[in-house]
């Protein structure tokens, strides 16, 4: 049992001239919570394990004369496209799921506030990660290339690194949306696999076996148009698909989600 | 200060709030005295602006909470000790506090030295804290930004009785330096011993309220002799209104005088004594029957 006291007399009621506190320490403390929970620190080591396996894989199992750093890129990236969205999710979902929304809430009466600095620190620690991986890819070209006996071959350019870049950040950013629109962390994971995995399976059947489906997919399938960024080639049309169904399956559904957010009671 | 005025939430059709109005007065520890479900955490969530009220308002030095430009360096606030991420360790709940509110780092060792919380405590996960230390890590967490006024929702859930009484020094020695501190609790003898001012609520309303002195006093004189029957007929004669319950006797006259009117009747007392807080206990008796008769599980439901 402690015997010491709190020695800092209370202040007297006098009115004190306070500085609001500034978005950027928002930030700061957001990018903090990210990474010092048990979860958050072993997505985020997972996720970079899981890269340094694929660079592995990808030296050992690609055939030399073919290799290339889109391959390496790619499988480095492939574990990222389920790392950083689960990160969107958890970033939201822990504050209601475990309940630290009563303090930060509390801390910080202005949810709008939070929510942004939540959003744009995902997006950074998106964008970190993909350049994280792209350099441990360009590694592994080097790498992979010496060990073949090949000069490297550097087929990514630099708009396709952005085109990956936003098709990452987009996986991000659905994450982050059924983070508000959930606010349950298993539940907004479970969403997130359903759309990720089961969706483009359901989609993909039905474009297979209906013709007007399969003319509507680009349209309303959020997923197959997004995909289409890892391709490079992207028509007019593409772009269209993809604003279109990320209107109906991004935009609209984080709105519905950020309203939610500041209604909503931490129980 | 904080001033409560005509607050009243309504979910759907019940009403967990129902007109509540008082002030938590400066240099003082307000009691919040209630049964579970009764209104207390709601109304504490209204005043710290996470629930929005239905009608009426809650100010803390005259301004909305949501109107404090840094909250946590004006009000400390522990509203459940359990709601932390069970995956962060305890230093670091501290240090998301401490940045938040732009504090030196140093600030984190000094609130854990003063809760009593160990350096080796501290880098345990919350996962593992018991709700003793969960409630010394909210009360930490309350008091790292040194504010002045203090909002504590059953802060003493979970302490062992030392702990108790720690927390019972540290809230009196907080208003003695002047600070206000407003603090909930369903037992009568917990705010009882600590409070200056009680208030009391039940079923979203407020039943009682005052300061200890002036609601225990209320409570008058309570009897036993062996001919109570006796007494209670002279004490009538007198003019005395009396309330004979079981083999005690209950007036709102003074010992005194029912000392004087029983040796006038020649009735032989067995007891005598100002009936302390019992008033207050037997009110708070009904209220928490009552609203065990509403539905324990309901009550329980609204009180997390």
Known sequence: ?267 | MITIESLTKRYGTHLAVDDVTFTARTGRITGFLGPNGAGKSTSMRVMVGLTRPTSGTALIDGRRFADLPNPGLDVGVLLDASAQHAGRTGREVLSIAARTMGLPRGRVDEMLAAVGLTVDESERRVRNYSLGMRQRLGIAAALIGDPHVLILDEPANGLDPAGIRWMRDMLRGYADRGGTVLLSSHLLHEIEVVADDIVVIGNGRIVAQGTKEELLAAAGTLVRARDLPALATALTHAGIANNLGGDTLRTDASPETVGDVALRAGVALTELRAADGAGLEEMFLELTAASQRDGHASAEGQAA
Do not use: C
Request: charged fraction near 10%; proline fraction near 4%.
């Open chain 1, 1 to 267: 049992m402690s015997t010491t006291t709190i020695e800092r007399p209370a202040a007297t009621a006098t009115p004190v001239v306070r500085e609001a506190i500034p978005t950027a320490r928002l930030m700061g403390v957001e990018l903090q919570k990210m990474f010092d929970t048990r979860a958050g620190f072993w997505l985020i080591t997972g996720g970079a394990i899981a890269s340094l396996v694929a660079t592995i894989a990808t030296i050992l199992f690609d055939p030399h004369n073919a290799m290339d750093y889109g391959d390496f890129a790619s499988a480095v990236g492939i574990p990222l496209t389920i790392v950083l969205p689960i990160m969107g999710i958890l970033n939201v979902t822990s504050e209601w799921s475990q309940r630290t929304g009563l303090s930060t809430f509390t801390m910080v009466p202005h949810r709008g506030r939070v929510i942004v600095a939540k959003l744009v620190t995902t997006l950074f620690v998106g964008a970190v990660s993909i350049a994280f991986a792209l350099v441990v890819g360009a590694l592994g070209n080097l790498v992979g290339s010496a060990i073949a006996g090949i000069s490297p071959r550097w087929d990514l350019g630099v708009g396709q690194m952005l085109l990956i870049l936003l098709a990452d950040g987009l996986g991000m950013l659905m994450g982050f949306t059924l983070g508000v629109l959930i606010r349950n962390s298993a539940g907004a994971i479970v969403g997130y696999f359903v759309y990720a995995l089961v969706l483009p399976g359901i989609f993909g059947a039905l474009a297979a076996y209906q013709d007007w489906f399969a003319r509507l997919q680009g349209w309303i399938d959020f997923q197959f148009s997004s995909t289409r960024l890892y391709d490079a080639h992207l028509t007019g049309t593409d772009w269209a698909h993809l604003g279109v169904s990320g209107l109906i399956w991004l935009v609209i559904p984080l709105l519905v989600g950020l309203r939610l957010t500041m209604r909503s009671e931490v129980k």
